[in-house]
DNA sequence: AGGTATTGAATGAATGGTCATTCATTTTTG
DNA sequence: CAAAAATGAATGACCATTCATTCAATACCT
């Protein structure tokens, strides 16, 4: 029975992050990332059930992680206004620290089948329900509109913040991602109208 | 050499559509798409270079169709706020009319190899100049703030557009997606600010 | 302590299933 | 009756997974 747990179970994820970042979804087979883990092909299939599990514990791990930092720092942020720049702030941060990372969570993953999809899609619904409570908190306080629709706005920043991580990935990395919070806030909070 | 034409060349592309959209990217065999044509396997080596390229030329067909309707519809509009709107309507109203397609283009050709996604994104290029066209007319006419980077502006409509037929995808199409159109202008336009 | 049994972690070569692609043959067309 | 188009069975490459075996550590005995 696989042991989700220890020294190696991490070993072989952060391996699976390497390579995958490296060679791609497809070239990731088993061997090459027991290999990178300094570990034997069947050692994999101590601590996980398959290759998919690798996967989506990969994700689990590293977004889980994300997510809980994220929301802990909001805790201590009064100003809706101000929990929105620092979600965005921390969205960028955190896979602008990780290149591998983000190329994995961001592009990789995305190639994998049907149910690996899945569960990341469970994992990432935490995250959105952070964004909604953001917007909602916005609401109440009376700084944002109260005739926005949750849902449309969620959609506006995680989608505006994903296609925005996606493109620098696919321009190699080269400008900073983090000098593109505040555009993006403002836009987000004023509109393209004069 | 491959035809790239002909009645059995459109035959295996709308085929590939179909049976993507129902068994997903990994379950569309070279057999399966060759029975759903009524064609032989060997069949679509004459029309097409590899089953790569049968992916590449169904995006190409069916986006590259859709950008000239977009491109030509937006011609005949006058204001950039009403090309901006007449955009966001036709991205939906297309996709909502062949919910195949929109599986297909939106889920599953992005777990394609990289080789095929990266022609993808060439073919996507076009449709992202539109974009900024509007973007552009709207700060020279004087209706959008002319302090507004255009490729942020770009990232969050595209983005934005992009995350809400995902969704709707995966909520099974059982809402209306073109009841969005004036939502996310709306919020485009205006922000969530009071 | 010295020796021996027991356990379970780790290994990596072998297996088996899956498909894209090919090409010798057949069918259709002009 | 050529020439072109179409066929579909056979091929071979690829890779996740398995499992018989090795190895190391610990427990148990005299």
């Not at 991490?10 to 699976?16: E, L, P, V, Y």
């Not at 092909?41 to 101590?46: F, N, R």
């Not at 889980?64 to 979600?87: C, H, M, T, Y």
Request: with cysteine.
């Amino acid at each position: 029975m696989a042991k989700r747990t220890g020294e190696k179970y991490d070993a072989i994820i952060n391996a699976a992050v390497r390579v995958i970042a490296q060679y791609g979804y497809h070239q990731a087979q088993v061997s090459k990332i027991a290999r990178e883990a300094n570990v034997a092909d069947g050692t994999i299939y101590l601590y996980f059930e398959n290759k998919d599990d690798v996967l989506v514990s990969l994700f689990n791990e590293k977004m889980g992680a994300f997510i809980s930092d994220v929301e802990k720092a909001l805790s201590n942020v009064p100003s809706p206004v101000n929990q929105l720049r620092e979600l965005i702030r921390l969205h960028f941060e955190y896979l602008q620290a990780d290149a591998q990372l983000a190329i994995v969570t961001q592009i990789e993953l995305r190639q994998s089948k049907p149910a690996v999809r899945k569960e990341i899609g469970l994992i990432l619904k935490r995250y959105l329900g952070v964004i909604d409570r953001v917007i909602q908190d916005g609401i109440k306080d009376g700084l944002f509109r109260e005739d926005i629709d949750v849902r449309t706005a969620r959609r506006m920043i995680f989608g505006t913040m994903d296609e925005t991580v996606t493109s620098w990935i696919m321009k190699d990395c080269k400008y900073s991602l983090t000098d593109q919070v505040e555009p993006m806030l403002d836009l987000f909070l004023n509109g393209l109208s004069k």
